[in-house]
Structure formats: C-alpha cells, structure tokens
C-alpha cells in the first residue's frame, strides 16, 4: 500500500530552522515527482516547493526561494524540506504529495486536475516567540 509520512515539524521561534521529510513505504519514492505543500488556519493551501522525477530540477514558490530546500535521499527513500529564517507566515500543516509515477514533465506547485494523487497525513509547523 502506498504510504507518505511527513515528519521533523514543530513549534520553533522566528528566524530558526526545521527540516521536514517525507518517508514513503510500498512504493519508490524515487519514481515521482514530489510536491510540498502547506496550509495555514483559514486559507488555501498552497504549494511550497516540489522536485522532478529523474531529474534534479527543483521549484519554490517566492515566497520561500532562498530559505526553503527541497532534496531527495534514494537510498532512504524520503524527500526533505530543510527551512531556514521562518517566520510567523510560514505557520501551518506542511504535506508532502505524489502524482503520476515517472512523469518526465517539470514538477509543478498548482496541484491542478488532481496532479498530486497521493498525500501524507500532515505535519504541523508553528513560527512563534
């Protein structure tokens, strides 16, 4: 059964850093293109940044380029989110999302016509002092 897990959230103050993963079981994370997504209380969610499938091609979205990384370790089968300088903003329920395997198209942060068909459960980041 193909399974996503998001993990490494938290409560850390503005200006500090957390690293997110997405661990996948019964399937090779390797084969997708994978998408991190996030939502904040009372607002749509919205896609943070995303890597290709095969190729090292990466996206963010502006309102996190230069802070957020995304990255892919094959041999653990999991996908990071490192986060740097956050702030109160970057608040909310980060996921971690796959589409269709080995899709040779550029990742892509709009989760349009169901893109992204499979999603863990979620895991919360709070920004406060």
């Known amino acids: 059964q193909l399974q996503l897990v998001e993990s490494g959230g938290g409560l850390v103050q503005p200006g500090g850093s957390l690293r997110l993963s997405c661990a996948a079981s019964?399937?090779?994370?390797?084969?997708?293109?994978v998408g991190w997504f996030r939502q904040a209380p009372g607002k749509e969610r919205e896609g943070v940044s995303c890597?290709?499938?095969?190729?090292?091609?990466?996206n963010s979205a502006d309102s996190v380029k230069g802070r957020f990384t995304i990255s892919r370790d094959n041999v653990k089968n999991t996908v990071y989110l490192q986060m740097n300088s956050l702030t109160p903003e970057d608040t909310g329920v980060y996921y971690c999302?796959?589409?269709?395997?080995?899709?040779?198209?550029?990742?892509?942060?709009?989760?349009?016509?169901?893109?992204?068909?499979?999603w863990g459960q979620g895991t919360q980041v709070t920004v406060s002092s």
């Open positions: 890597v290709s499938y095969k190729i090292s091609w990466t």
């Open positions: 999302a796959v589409g269709r395997p080995r899709f040779l198209g550029l990742c892509s942060l709009e989760d349009d016509k169901g893109r992204y068909r499979h």
């Open positions: 019964g399937f090779t994370l390797g084969d997708y293109a």
